[in-house]
């Protein structure tokens, strides 16, 4: 079965610009999550879709940051504008849904790897 | 609050034995995650446990004891590829998973 799929890979931006993050879940997982990891760091969920409702994103920067899950598939997360502490990881994982046990276990992509200057 | 503490780094030799623990305080208890993250890799998946005791698996061990807050991943018969930082994740009373710093581990010739 083919894994979580992110683009890009890496990203390199000036403060103040733009940037966009695209992840495709693993078919039939319903629910996705969007992380930021910095380095040394554990991952920090900055939300969580159910199919395509928004379930958590009391951590999303949400003066800065957006996020979608058109049609319950696949996710865009947008940063406008990017500020220098935004160099991180992003992460995409999906799980298939349930909230606990081995439904719960989520599967992660390769990750974005964004740096600000 | 909630909060997972992890130790920052541990370093074992080759073949050897290495027991990395983790102590959570959260409002609810719905099970908890090990996952190994190699560096610039993302995160995998290791063990869940949600009931108390020894979860066994190949070379790697889980244990839970919800009583006392705490999770240890035993791993045994160390090889150079075990190197990488080790997270332990608790599902909590909301079913948000909340996830510790993770523990680097270097493993030595």
């Known amino acids: 079965e083919a894994g979580v799929a992110q683009s890009p890979r890496y990203k390199i931006i000036e403060k103040r610009q733009s940037v966009a993050f695209w992840c495709n879940p693993i078919?039939?997982?319903?629910?996705l999550y969007w992380y930021q990891q910095i380095l040394g760091q554990g991952p920090k969920l900055l939300i969580q879709f159910q199919n395509n409702g928004v379930v958590d994103d009391s951590q999303l920067p949400k003066d800065r940051f957006s996020a979608e899950r058109l049609k319950g598939v696949d996710s865009t997360l947008k940063i406008q504008p990017a500020k220098l502490e935004d160099s991180a990881v992003y992460l995409c994982?999906?799980?298939?849904?349930?909230?606990?046990?081995?439904?719960?276990?989520?599967?992660f992509g390769p990750g974005t790897r964004l740096t600000v200057t | 609050g909630q909060n997972i503490d992890q130790p920052t780094e541990m370093t074992a030799t080759e073949g050897a034995i290495v027991q990395i623990n983790c102590t959570y305080q959260t409002s609810g208890f719905n099970g908890l995650f090990w996952y190994q993250q190699h560096a610039g890799e993302a995160p995998t998946f290791l063990s869940y446990?949600?009931l108390d005791g020894l979860e066994e698996k190949g070379r790697f061990s889980s244990f839970l004891s919800r009583s006392k807050g705490y999770s240890y991943l035993l791993l045994k018969e160390l090889q150079m590829k075990d190197s990488a930082s080790y997270l332990c994740?608790?599902?909590?009373?909301?079913?948000?998973?909340?996830w510790g710093a993770g523990t680097k581990l270097i493993i030595k010739p």
């Open positions: 078919s039939g997982h319903a629910t």
């Open positions: 446990n949600v």
């Open positions: 994740a608790v599902i909590g009373s909301n079913y948000q998973l909340i």
């Open positions: 994982a999906s799980s298939l849904g349930g909230v606990r046990g081995p439904s719960y276990e989520q599967y």
